[in-house]
């Protein structure tokens, strides 16, 4: 089992450009979370997902970002027209099917996207 | 403002000694989780307590959870070099949603 996969690990983009983060999650896994971290900072929540369904969003920027789990294949975190205050590590988290209730989070080693 | 919030920010502690480091939050919780991240990876799973619960251990970790001050410990005794990470408390809190809330973290070095 390889755990939760995240690509790439390190992104470069210029200002402007589009950012896409995937992650897959842990076999058997069917919630996926998106954290975001700044450089001396805590994680914080973006997004949750389950297969094909956005659960909660709250904490995603209401411009520019966007997420989605499809049936099939890895779940993508885009970012359009990134700016400079992009750049941090973000997180993709897994868990079973009764979420953190009972369990607690697989993390993956997180993409880290620079923005210039 | 953030459910958790870890103290100190940041412990530096000679290798052998004991390290606390405590979280605070605000509302009623259905558990709360540490996890450690060291240098530039992921953050791993320590240890889960229930509101339940009052303490719990788990290898060299110490975790106990007081609901009434609404405020869990992690003691690490007898602390290694490999020990140096960021630890981070995170809360699975009521009216959150089905997701884990984390603290700001403490710093955690550990010199030979």
């Known amino acids: 089992n390889a755990g939760v996969m995240q690509n790439p690990r390190h992104l470069v983009r210029r200002r402007g450009q589009e950012a896409r983060l995937r992650c897959s999650p842990m076999?058997?896994?069917?919630?996926v979370y998106w954290y975001r971290q700044l450089p001396e900072e805590g994680l914080k929540f973006m997004v949750y997902l389950q297969k094909e369904n956005i659960i909660d969003e709250s904490g995603m920027p209401k411009e520019r970002f966007s997420a989605e789990f499809p049936k099939e294949g890895p779940s993508i975190l885009r970012i359009q027209q990134v700016v400079r205050g992009d750049s941090a590590a973000y997180f993709c988290?897994?868990?079973?099917?009764?979420?953190?209730?009972?369990?607690?989070?697989?993390f993956g080693s997180g993409t880290r996207l620079t923005v210039v | 403002s953030q459910q958790g919030e870890e103290d100190p920010q940041a412990l530096s502690i000679q290798e052998g000694e004991n390290a606390t480091m405590n979280c605070s939050y605000k509302t009623s919780i259905n558990n709360l989780q540490w996890y450690r991240q060291n240098s530039g990876r992921g953050l791993v799973h320590l240890i889960l307590i229930r509101s339940n619960e009052r303490e719990k251990h788990s290898g060299r970790l110490r975790v106990t959870l007081d609901t009434s001050k609404k405020s869990s410990s992690l003691l690490i005794t007898a602390s290694r070099a490999a020990d140096t990470a960021s630890y981070f408390c995170?809360?699975?809190?009521?009216?959150?949603?089905?997701?884990?809330?984390f603290g700001a973290g403490t710093i955690l070095r550990v010199k030979s």
């Open positions: 988290a897994s868990s079973p099917r009764e979420g953190p209730r009972n369990y607690g989070y697989t």
């Open positions: 995170a809360t699975d809190a009521y009216g959150y949603g089905n997701k884990l809330v």
């Open positions: 076999k058997g896994h069917s919630h």
